[in-house]
């Protein structure tokens, strides 16, 4: 009885070590693949957030990493530049929307200079399917409300759904993710208001070279 007991346990041993050696071959494998089309897909968003007109720098290669409650939580959130012949132009700042119905958001938003919104684009979500996924461009255009207009730190009011009196449409049927993602855009740009000046100047924290298959801008 022992002996068998003790056979089994060493198959299921065996068994348990193969198959972790086999999923972290798998992982490291597949690592690099994943990070390439990570780095894609943010080159992506940088240029749909800032329309290639306001920038001729690498905006993946210039950023600047940031802690700030306004952007959601207390976890580092990067900040990319946009630059013009050589001056400021635009920012695009990553946030966190840590109350969508189904868990954090994760979006971008770009915006100039005087503070005009040129675009935000969600980047991560568990949102229902059918429902609250209307955030995301694929599904439709909601998130291009935001393209376009102004911020005033001092006139917050509009920065709200229509339910609670501002500017900007809810889903029918669903109004946590909207208000989440009207609420998480309002504070990064409150943050963008007050430090633009230091995330403009402040030391570059990104790569220095481009993802694979990086289309020229």
């Known amino acids: 009885m022992k002996d068998t007991l003790a056979k089994n346990g060493l198959m299921l041993g065996t068994f348990a070590v193969i198959t972790t050696a ?15 089309q990570k780095a894609r897909k943010l080159l992506s968003v940088l240029n749909e957030v800032v329309p290639l007109k306001l ?5 993946y290669a210039d950023c ?3 802690v700030s409650k306004q952007l959601g939580n207390t976890l580092p959130h990067r900040v990319y530049r946009a630059t013009l012949n050589g ?6 700042l990553e946030a966190t929307a840590p109350d969508g119905y189904s868990g954090d958001i994760e979006l971008v938003i770009g915006v100039d200079t005087q503070l005009k919104v040129l675009g935000v684009r969600v980047l991560e979500h568990k949102e229902t399917p059918g429902l609250g996924d209307k955030i995301e461009l694929s599904v439709s255009n909601w998130i291009t409300q935001f393209t376009g207009k102004r911020f005033n730190a001092d006139a917050l009011a509009p920065w ?14 669903a109004t946590i993710t909207p208000r989440a993602l009207v609420s998480a855009v309002k504070n ?14 402040a030391p570059n924290a990104c790569l220095t070279t481009a993802p694979t298959s990086e289309v020229s801008s």
């Open 22 to 36: 086999l999923i972290a071959m798998t992982f490291f494998a597949t690592e690099p693949r994943i990070e390439q």
């Open 55 to 59: 920038h001729d720098n690498a905006m």
């Open 64 to 66: 600047t990493e940031v």
């Open 87 to 92: 001056a400021p132009s635009a920012l695009v």
């Open 160 to 173: 709200q759904v229509k339910k609670d009196g501002g500017e900007f449409d809810q889903f029918t049927g």
């Open 188 to 201: 990064a740009l409150l943050f963008a208001a007050e430090e633009q000046s230091k995330l403009f100047s």
